[in-house]
């Protein structure tokens, strides 16, 4: 059985960090593909250990705020 899990991803310095809030993982990579990659097999193995409750996906928006330079 495969379940979907959210993933979110953003820079920091030189690599690329992926997050999966539902599971509380992150890994991180060179680029947004190996990061995601990497996220994927660190779920796996915290699933392995701790498995995965049901869930529901997170809602994902923006805001606005100002901003003074």
């Not at 959210?6 to 991180?28: D, F, I, M, N, R």
């Not at 409750?53 to 923006?62: A, M």
Request: with cysteine.
């Amino acid at each position: 059985m495969k379940k979907t899990f959210a993933a979110v991803v953003y820079k920091e310095k030189k690599l690329y960090v992926a997050e999966c809030p539902e599971a509380g993982t992150a890994s991180q990579g060179k680029t947004i593909e190996e990061a995601l990659l990497n996220l994927k097999e660190a779920t796996e193995l915290y699933l392995e250990e701790f498995p995965a409750r049901q869930h529901t996906h997170p809602l994902l928006t923006t805001f606005e705020v100002p901003v003074h330079a």
